[in-house]
């Protein structure tokens, strides 16, 4: 278990650098595995963004684990503060 | 690097209207965010053009390369990335996906929307 609380620590830092202003930010690990995670992230960074550009700054925040290959999935949730 | 496998990649892409990128077939699918994204384009009435990724991990990592993101399924319509599963199935979900494929396809899109495969393979 302490595996994957640190996972999840971990990946919550590094969404915790890369947008230190969002109102919102939570990691879940789906399935207690530390492998399968829903991200939801709300910021004002996002508000004029498409949903694609959205994502694309939460997975490159996460590309060092994710390329690891510890995690299997990320769902993410995003959304603008407008 | 493969480049033919990527120039077959970027082919589908750029001619297909709306391509899938998934892991198995719309027949047998073999991964639940893929059949998410398939059940979300399938809700829209889009036509689907799907490529596994399966049969071989060249095409995910050349695909990754194409579109910047890093996986899969992965969503195009018009040779423009729409996103991933939790993408489309927002956009399904809101009426927003229907108003895009209108947008791009025409809003008669769903008269002939049909599902397809097509494999990027290089042949041996």
């Known amino acids: 278990m302490a595996v994957v609380a640190t996972e999840t620590a971990e990946l919550e830092s590094l969404l915790r650098d890369a947008f230190p202003e969002a109102s919102e930010l939570r990691v879940t690990d789906r399935t207690?595995?530390?492998?399968?995670?829903?991200?939801?992230?709300?910021?004002?960074?996002f508000d004029d963004l498409s949903l694609v550009d959205q994502h694309r700054l939460v997975n490159d925040a996460l590309a060092a684990p994710f390329a690891s290959g510890r995690i299997h999935e990320m769902r993410i949730k995003t959304r603008g503060t407008t | 690097m493969?480049?033919?496998?990527?120039?077959?990649?970027?082919?589908?892409?750029?001619?297909?209207?709306?391509?899938?990128?998934?892991?198995?077939?719309?027949?047998?699918?073999?991964?639940?965010?893929s059949e998410r994204a398939l059940q979300a384009l399938r809700s829209a009435g889009a036509p689907v053009t799907a490529v596994d990724v399966l049969p071989d991990p060249e095409i995910r990592q050349e695909l990754s390369a194409v579109s910047g993101w890093p996986t899969i399924p992965q969503v195009f319509i018009n040779g423009e990335l729409v996103g991933g599963a939790d993408i489309v199935q927002e956009l399904a979900a809101t009426g927003e996906l229907e108003r895009k494929l209108g947008?791009?396809?025409?809003?008669?899109?769903r008269d002939e929307a049909e599902e397809r495969v097509v494999s990027v393979l290089v042949p041996a």
């Open chain 2, 103 to 109: 947008e791009s396809l025409g809003d008669a899109y």
């Open chain 1, 32 to 45: 207690g595995g530390g492998d399968h995670f829903l991200i939801e992230v709300t910021s004002a960074r």
């Open chain 2, 2 to 33: 493969n480049d033919e496998l990527r120039t077959r990649i970027k082919s589908v892409i750029d001619t297909e209207p709306v391509t899938l990128f998934m892991k198995g077939t719309p027949q047998f699918v073999m991964c639940g965010n």
